[in-house]
């Protein structure tokens, strides 16, 4: 475990409607903070920033002259302008001059889920880095067969310790921590990986995204993905399974067909099942032989037609992918400039319309969601954009940086969002002063503010 630079205050709200008027007030009152400051050393363009699982504490970004740096978010390192605006400089930098630095860019920075004690590093120079974060120094290093686009870990693992890497390779590949080796490949995709997501209810289930427009699910305790998202089913395309019926009784299978419409609203009604049951329900449903018996067609994977194998999820490539906290639902950007939800127990295309959504197309983003899966950060050029995750609507538009935004990230524990840019710098967006202060009077003293029914939020 790191050691501790301090100990920091904590405190909760009773659970209530008011608590949730508080949180949703803060969350559509973000903007460009007047009292903190990241002073980035970075001479590049920020490509990744994360906040640590554990502490929600230190900050961690990589950037484009192959540098890495940490921030305490929480302990200012001085302050400005008569003690209002606190200065948050870098408690340490790794570039280039150090002897096991990267020599290209730095594509991905993430933390180790379990503790800050370790932080892995992917970049351009064909290496991922895992560091200690205690002495700087690599203790890891796993030589890839081209530039690293995305790495990620599951924060749910406590069976394997594996870093899944997308590369301009088109095989996926899992290191493992614990034996310094790779565990094994993932093959399927036409081209490179852009995007990696470990899903957030199974430990096994890890989501990829190519640049062949394909988004992949893969059980990886077994071969081959199983399941492939496609744009053209949709939710409003939904029929539940028709059965065997005799080829003269074509009475009843028109009838069937015109009430088609009717079954798949009553599908789309019944309840959810838990959340850690979608992928394995859903790997069982791709396996099933009654979907391939008949067919003629070779089958690329095991469960899996070869139509369905090539499948699109964006017309362009994957660069964003990022799960809602149940884990039920995932959210995709794509080069074609779309952004999409999709039901993961089903595999549909949800419909729902991310309006104004223009994205860059020449690398990978870093999306983010808030805790309770309501809004969702997207880098929309030279700007950062929050979406209601269920109508697409554009709450919040984030407008601070000079050039194009590459990452956003959430931090839940202060309610804070990160962008970073080709710009060089990471900025803060926080509630107004006021409204954080009167909250902070309110976890102290254990109290709920006074009701205002005019603004209650489920």
């Known amino acids: 475990m790191w050691k501790e630079i301090g100990d920091r205050e904590s405190g909760k709200l009773r659970p209530s409607l008011f608590s949730n008027r508080i949180r949703c007030n803060r969350l559509t009152s973000l903007q460009l903070s007047n009292h903190k400051e990241i002073v980035s050393p970075h001479r590049g363009s920020i490509n990744s920033i994360q906040v640590d699982l554990t502490e929600g504490r230190y900050l961690l970004s990589g950037a484009s002259d192959a540098s890495v740096a940490v921030?305490?978010?929480?302990?200012?390192?001085?302050?400005?302008?008569?003690?209002?605006?606190?200065?948050?400089?870098?408690?340490?930098?790794?570039?280039?001059?150090?002897?096991?630095?990267?020599?290209?860019?730095?594509?991905?920075?993430?933390?180790?889920?379990?503790?800050?004690?370790?932080?892995?590093?992917?970049?351009?120079?064909?290496?991922?880095?895992?560091?200690?974060?205690?002495?700087?120094?690599?203790?890891?290093?796993?030589?890839?067969?081209?530039?690293?686009?995305?790495?990620?870990?599951?924060?749910?693992?406590?069976?394997?310790?594996?870093?899944?890497?997308?590369?301009?390779d088109v095989q996926?590949?899992?290191?493992?921590?614990?034996?310094?080796?790779?565990?094994?490949?993932?093959?399927?995709?036409?081209?490179?990986?852009?995007?990696?997501?470990?899903?957030?209810?199974?430990e096994w289930v890890l989501v990829t995204g190519g640049c062949d427009g394909a988004i992949r699910f893969w059980d990886i305790r077994r071969a081959g993905c199983f399941c492939v998202l496609d744009q053209s089913h949709s939710q409003l395309g939904r029929r539940l399974p028709l059965l065997r019926r005799s080829a003269t009784n074509k009475n009843l299978l028109s009838k069937s067909l015109s009430s088609g419409q009717n079954t798949s609203v009553k599908a789309r009604a019944l309840p959810k099942k838990s959340a850690n049951s979608n992928v394995l329900k859903q790997s069982a449903n791709s396996r099933n032989p009654s979907q391939t018996k008949g067919s003629g067609r070779q089958r690329l994977h095991p469960g899996m037609l070869s139509s369905q194998d090539r499948a699109t999820a964006h017309y362009g490539a994957i660069i964003g992918l990022k799960g809602t906290e149940d884990g039920m639902y995932l959210l995709s950007a794509g080069s074609d400039s779309r952004v999409r939800l999709w039901d993961i127990e089903s595999g549909c295309n949800t419909l729902v319309n991310f309006e104004s959504a223009r994205l860059q197309t020449s690398k990978a983003i870093q999306l983010a969601v808030t805790q309770d899966s309501a809004l969702v950060f997207v880098p929309c050029m030279t700007a950062a954009k929050a979406f209601d995750v269920w109508s697409g609507k554009t709450m919040l538009t984030f407008r601070g940086h000079y050039e194009y935004v590459n990452c956003c990230c959430y931090s839940a524990q202060d309610q804070e969002l990160y962008t970073g840019g080709n710009d060089r710098q990471i900025l803060v967006w926080s509630p107004p002063k006021s409204i954080s202060v009167e909250v902070d009077e309110w976890k102290r003293k254990g109290q709920a503010p006074a009701p205002d029914k005019d603004n209650w939020s489920d």
């Open 172 to 202: 996926v590949r899992l290191c493992d921590i614990a034996s310094g080796a790779f565990a094994h490949t993932l093959s399927g995709h036409r081209d490179g990986v852009m995007s990696v997501e470990w899903s957030t209810s199974s």
């Open 71 to 168: 921030y305490d978010i929480q302990r200012a390192t001085n302050y400005e302008g008569g003690s209002l605006v606190a200065k948050h400089n870098s408690i340490f930098v790794i570039d280039k001059q150090h002897d096991h630095g990267h020599k290209y860019a730095v594509s991905s920075a993430i933390w180790y889920p379990v503790d800050t004690g370790l932080f892995i590093t992917g970049s351009y120079d064909h290496h991922i880095n895992v560091w200690d974060t205690n002495t700087s120094q690599v203790v890891m290093n796993f030589k890839m067969p081209g530039k690293v686009y995305r790495t990620a870990m599951s924060s749910l693992a406590t069976s394997h310790m594996l870093i899944a890497a997308g590369t301009e």
